[in-house]
């Protein structure tokens, strides 16, 4: 197999002046909402000042959890032992580039560069990659499927329209010049490799359980951040109810490639738990909490961790 050509200097400039574009172009929005709808977010500040500290505790401790259950799925997507505290480590350190990069590009450069530094080669790293990507995705919309049946209602299809069709038809039509595009084989070979990988992990059961128990503890304790929060805050809302709203603007956020969903997650789950009756302030307050225990106060630690990898030689 023929190695993929090396980026130039002048595509990697391109690359980080589109990216770059891109996150000013994001700041600046997200800056614009700010200054609008100030009065709101500073009421919410206010209303999360005077949370319940207990509940604020728990949720601190089910976001440092998050880290080692992503560990612990990365662990599971590849057949050899990873080092564990270094492993962990890189997941933190991830999750600090994830907000300096757009679509999860940051997190996924320093996973790989890890892997890489681990002894795989860099095909076999972007497939564990892709192994742990496919198995969060799974997980996701199996909970989502369960909460939508425990808490029926809350998810509501869009009616069928004209542009619903025509956007059902675009898919189609997309899907179908993929198929037909020149890189397809390649992609068919990925994809290829991809199924291989996730057939090794499961010859080996305790991988399996690796790979699957951290990709739902991920996307359970992301979820009970969120319910730990409301329940600070005293808002009347279920947990299996909070958790499939997250669940379900996380994913929809995630068609949007902005640094760590800054701006669309905020959106999208200021979105649902003001269609679920909360109030603008509360669903404020809501957001605030979670974006600070999972990205604010983590991220300094995280850049630090990462400048120490470096340093290291572990990335």
């Known amino acids: 197999m023929t190695a993929p050509p090396a980026l130039t200097p002048t595509t990697t400039r391109k690359r980080a002046y589109w990216q770059a574009a891109l996150t000013l172009a994001v700041l600046v929005t997200v800056v614009c909402l700010v200054r609008r709808h100030w009065s709101v977010l500073a009421s919410g500040a206010g209303r999360l000042a005077g949370a319940d500290q207990g509940w604020m505790l728990v949720a601190a401790t089910a ?32 999750s600090a580039a994830n907000h300096v990069l757009p679509a999860g590009l940051g997190a ?25 990507a496919t198995a969060g995705v799974v997980v996701r919309i199996v909970l989502i499927g369960v909460l939508a049946a425990v808490c029926p209602g809350v998810l509501r299809l869009p009616p069928v329209s004209l542009g619903v069709v025509g956007a059902v038809l675009a898919i189609v039509a997309l899907v179908t010049v993929l198929l037909n595009c020149p890189l397809w084989p390649r992609c068919r070979r990925a994809l290829g490799t991809v199924l291989a990988d996730i057939r090794a992990v499961h010859a080996r059961p305790h991988r399996a359980v690796a790979l699957w128990g951290g990709s739902l503890a991920f996307a359970a304790l992301h979820s009970l951040v969120l319910i730990c929060v409301t329940q600070a805050i005293e808002l009347p809302l279920s947990p299996a109810r ?48 979670y974006r600070l225990l999972t990205v604010w106060l983590p991220l300094i630690p995280g850049l630090l961790v990462l400048g120490m990898l470096v340093r290291r030689k572990s990335l």
């Open 63 to 94: 976001a440092l959890g998050t880290w080692v259950s992503s560990a612990l799925a990365q662990q599971g997507a590849v057949p050899q032992r990873l080092p564990g505290r270094r492993l962990v480590a890189a997941q933190l350190a991830a």
């Open 108 to 132: 996924g450069a320093v996973n790989l560069r890890f892997l890489m530094r681990c002894g795989l080669p860099v095909g076999r790293s972007a497939s564990a990659l892709a192994v742990k």
């Open 242 to 289: 909070v958790a499939l709203l997250y669940l379900a603007a996380s994913s929809a956020a995630a068609l949007l490639p902005t640094p760590g969903g800054i701006g669309s997650l905020d959106a999208a789950l200021v979105f649902a738990l003001t269609e679920s009756g909360t109030t603008a302030s509360a669903a404020a307050s809501v957001v605030i909490g």
